[in-house]
């Protein structure tokens, strides 16, 4: 009988590119380390030197994905001048996001809100809502978006941006009507930050 080995050149990054795959082609019930470990030619306890059960596993997935979520709104906030640019850009990029990364998402929401989530879960969802809240602030100096609590302003945006982000990811609408939709879920957001 052939033997597994025991290494592997970067394990730690070869789980979680398939655990990401498992997750987005069959679910979270599916994800098992000794599954991964036979999936990537390991031995069955070769995981359990960087996670030390499906939870951690599932946590760090979570925070790679806030990571590179977290970085395409970034990016997305920087771009263009004006605060309508710049919300048109970070909704499409929240929208992209979802809908190529549906289960992903949804995993990284679903982590946050565990009663034993992580500080480095609490803090990525934290740092989402400061690119909201700093788009909003920065809006509102430059007179383009009206005065007011930032929150009052910032969670009716972001829950319009989230809703049709998971109504486009989970296949609720359409694919030829995501594009329609969007634009006309942003001109909503627009009219209500209107200065």
Do not use: W
């Not at 990054?13 to 098992?32: F, M, N, W």
């Not at 059960?53 to 990016?75: H, N, Y």
Request: glycine share 10%.
């Amino acid at each position: 009988m052939k033997t597994r080995p025991y290494h592997h050149g970067d394990l730690r990054t070869a789980l979680l590119t398939r655990a990401e795959q498992t997750l987005r082609d069959k679910g979270p019930a599916a994800l098992s380390l000794r599954e991964l470990a036979r999936d990537i030619g390991v031995s069955h306890a070769a995981p359990s030197r960087h996670f030390k059960d499906k939870q951690a596993l599932l946590d760090a997935l979570a925070l790679e994905g806030f990571d590179r979520f977290l970085g395409a709104l970034t990016a997305a906030r920087e771009s263009g001048d004006a605060f309508a640019d710049r919300l048109d850009a970070v909704a499409r990029a929240y929208v992209g996001f979802a809908t190529d990364n549906a289960a992903l998402l949804e995993l990284m929401y679903s982590v946050k809100h565990e009663p034993g989530a992580s500080k480095e879960l609490i803090a990525c969802s934290q740092r989402l809502a400061g690119i909201a809240t700093g788009l909003i602030e920065e809006g509102q100096r430059r007179d383009e978006v009206r005065p007011g609590p930032v929150e009052g302003i910032m969670l009716p945006v972001m829950a319009a941006i989230h809703g049709f982000a998971t109504l486009a990811a989970n296949g609720t609408l359409p694919a030829e009507e995501v594009e329609q939709g969007l634009g006309a879920t942003i001109a909503f957001a627009l009219r209500g930050c209107a200065a």
